[in-house]
T-cell receptor
Framework: EDQVTQSPEALRLQEGESSSLNCSYT??????LFWYRQDPGKGPEFLFT???AGEEKEKERLKATLTKKESFLHITAPKPEDSATYLCAVQTSTGNQFYFGTGTSLTVIP | DAGITQSPRHKVTETGTPVTLRCHQT?????MYWYRQDPGHGLRLIHYSYGVKDTDKGEVSDGYSVSRSKTEDFLLTLESATSSQTSVYFC?????????????FGQGTRLTVV
C-alpha cells in the first residue's frame, strides 16, 4: 500500500535555529515527491518537486533533498514567518493521484 | 496563483440535505481534483476529472458525486450530507496534457454538517 509518513508532527524552533523535517514514503513507483507549505485557513502552497534520488532544490531558507526512501526539508536560520504546516506528497508512476502525509506543524519563536 | 476559485468558502448545512461545492479555474487545465482535509488524515482524494464529462473516483468517494460539464468548472455534490462529511474541501489542478505535474490548490471550503 502506498504510504507517506511525516515527522515530527510538530516542531518548535527558536529564530535562527536550523532543523530538518522528514518525509518517508513507501510507493510502488515514484513519479515525483512534492513539498507544500500551508498557512492556517489557506490552501497548500507549492514549494518544490523532486523526481530522483540525489536531487536537491533550494528556495530562500529552505532546501529539499530526496533519497530512495525519504525526503528532508532543511530549514536554515528560520524566521517567524516560516511558521506554517509543511506537507509532503508523492505521485506514483501508475496514476495522477497524490498521496499526502499528515504534515509537520512548524512554529518559529522570535 | 493558478486561477482557482472555490465557492462557497464556508457553509453550514443540516444532515440529510444535498450540498454542492463549486470549483472554477481560469486557465483551461485538463485535470481537476477534489480533496478533503481532516486532522490526522492529511489530504485525501475524493474524485478527479481528466476532461469534460470524464471523471474517476479517489480513495474516499463514497457519498460524493462530481460533474464537469465545462472545462472551467468542477462541481462536488454531497448527495445527503452526514456529520462525517464535516471537513475542509480543496479543489486542485495539475498542468499539462497528462496532468503529472505539481498540484495547485484553491483556498478551500469549510463545510460543517449539523
Amino acid at each position: 500500500e502506498d504510504q507517506v509518513t511525516q515527522s515530527p508532527e510538530a516542531l518548535r524552533l527558536q529564530e535562527g535555529e536550523s532543523s530538518s523535517l522528514n518525509c518517508s514514503y513507501t510507493v510502488s513507483g515514484l513519479r515525483g515527491l512534492f513539498w507544500y507549505r500551508q498557512d492556517p485557513g489557506k490552501g497548500p502552497e507549492f514549494l518544490f518537486t523532486l523526481y530522483s534520488a540525489g536531487e536537491e532544490k533550494e528556495k530562500e531558507r529552505l532546501k529539499a533533498t530526496l533519497t530512495k526512501k525519504e525526503s528532508f526539508l532543511h530549514i536554515t536560520a528560520p524566521k517567524p514567518e516560516d511558521s506554517a504546516t509543511y506537507l509532503c506528497a508523492v505521485q506514483t508512476s501508475t496514476g495522477n493521484q497524490f498521496y499526502f502525509g499528515t504534515g509537520t506543524s512548524l512554529t518559529v519563536i522570535p | 496563483d493558478a486561477g482557482i476559485t472555490q465557492s462557497p468558502r464556508h457553509k453550514v448545512t443540516e444532515t440529510g440535505t444535498p450540498v454542492t461545492l463549486r470549483c472554477h479555474q481560469t486557465e483551461n487545465h485538463r485535470y481537476m481534483y477534489w480533496y478533503r482535509q481532516d486532522p490526522g488524515h492529511g489530504l485525501r482524494l475524493i474524485h478527479y476529472s481528466y476532461g469534460v464529462k470524464d471523471t474517476d473516483k479517489g480513495e474516499v468517494s463514497d457519498g460524493y458525486s462530481v460533474s464537469r460539464s465545462k472545462t472551467e468548472d468542477f462541481l462536488l455534490t454531497l448527495e445527503s450530507a452526514t456529520s462525517s462529511q464535516t471537513s475542509v474541501y480543496f479543489c486542485a489542478i495539475t498542468r499539462g496534457i497528462w496532468g503529472n505535474t505539481e498540484a495547485f490548490f484553491g483556498q478551500g471550503t469549510r463545510l460543517t454538517v449539523v
